[in-house]
């Protein structure tokens, strides 16, 4: 016992405080849940419900983020096989991207 409370006690805290810490600090990671990059001033707007970010230009490349309808992302003006490069692995429909107004999107 340490200060009357059990061992067993304070390493399931411990852990539980370390998962929470670990869940805390990653959260901030990726708040848009999609893309970040994109230093060419694109600028695009999601018009699906939920868009999936895809970590390859591919239908069947795995899900690596997502955004709600009307979230604004930064892009690159790189379009390849119907999807919009948003960052460095990170792929997005064009179908369901706009350029938000004057932004340079080529």
């Known amino acids: 016992m340490i200060l009357g409370v059990p061992k067993r ?16 600090l990653g959260a901030d990671k990726d708040k848009s849940q999609g893309a970040t990059g994109g230093s060419t001033g694109c600028k695009m707007t999601v018009t699906a419900d939920v868009l999936n970010v895809r970590a390859a230009p591919d239908p069947n490349a795995p899900i690596v983020g997502m955004f709600n309808q009307n979230a604004q992302t930064a892009a690159e003006p790189v379009v390849q096989n119907g999807f919009r490069k948003l960052a460095e692995n990170k792929w997005a429909k ?10 340079n999107c080529g």
């Open 94 to 103: 064009t179908e369901f991207l706009t350029p938000v107004d004057g932004a």
């Open 9 to 24: 006690t304070l390493i399931i805290f411990a852990v539980l405080l370390g998962i929470v810490l670990i869940y805390l």
